[in-house]
């Protein structure tokens, strides 16, 4: 199969909103797995022009350290391959390069981008990205797909929706990290977005791009969950089941343009409605229902705008702050909770009972708490 040609695995009705394709494989293993962008002369000074990793010579922690904190591109996209490595080799060096320059992360504004398949998530980022880039901000794109499991960068997400945007020499784009569990997915994404506050990007976009999970996932590590609507086909409804407004601080109905923007008009009414019928956790904000469309460029300062207003809030009323924090120690939390159940299943005296155990609770014949006591007294032993 030729580069840019779909898998035939993909579903012919699912047409432009699946945006999976092909992409040449990576060897280089210093490589960020980016198709490489010819930056034109040495204008972009700042910003050294993404160039191919020389292999020969192997990085210190402090090179990592020192690229980054400088705002080099290179470094930083070596070093989120570092991070993004299911190697155990690479695992202590990433976690020195991360404790050196954590004193500078944080100063950033955390958005997720949520929605549907082809609610425009991408069209949206890059136009609302390009806008904050041209607003002198430095934006860094990270995209969440937990269900994204082909590893080797074989498998790239839609970079081809952000074309104005990746060229930009305030932004910085990486695709979601290929390989493993959910747990894996994100640990690599919160790692990445510590390492592109350091280098200095201040708003950092995460896309979620797997159904289901990565919302969840992407929600507990920003600031602002900002999730996009369509209009009509029942979706204010569907979001309603799945509680993903529930989690929303903004909404935004998509594609508002055309012969659309009467129905979006309505949409954004029945929208704030409901809104207006949760309860809202939040001190001194309640979710706004906004509109926009990505292809006449309209609503971006809107919601532009609307996050300031939330993250104003969350200054003035203190749980800015502590949301973060609380992420900060639900994730400690979640890392405990994973290596314990990691450990129990690596027991050797768990493993060797473990299947007769589990073919008498399966029979019936050992009642739960038993067989747990059993386990329990395997592990300790
Ligand atoms: N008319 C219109 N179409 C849009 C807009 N934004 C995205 N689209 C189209 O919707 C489709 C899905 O967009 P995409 O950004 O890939 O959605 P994602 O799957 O949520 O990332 C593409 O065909 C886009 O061209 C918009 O503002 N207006
Ligand atoms: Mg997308």
Redesign the pocket.
Known sequence: MSKGERPDWVPDANN??F?TYVMPGVSDPHHDGLPRVETPGPAEGVFAPVAPATPARKLAAQDYIDGILSGNRTMLARAITLIESNSDRHLDLAQEVLAGVMHKSGNSIRLGIT?V????????IESFGTYLCDENNRVAVLAVDPTSSLSGGSILG?KT?MEQLSRHPNSFIRPSPSGGALGGVARKSRETMLLCEAAGYDIILIETVGVGQSETLVHSMVDCFVVLMLAGAGDELQGIKKGIIELADLLVI??A??DNVARAQRAQAELAQVVRMLNCPTEGWRPKVLLS???ENKGITDVWATIHDYINAGKQHHWLKEKRQQQNVDWLRALVDEALKQSFRQNPGVEKILPQIAAQVKEGKLPQMLALKQLMEAYRA
């Open positions: 432009e909103a945006t929605g398949p082809g609610v425009g998530k991408s069209t949206f839609d929706r998509t594609k343009d055309g469309s990505s292809v």
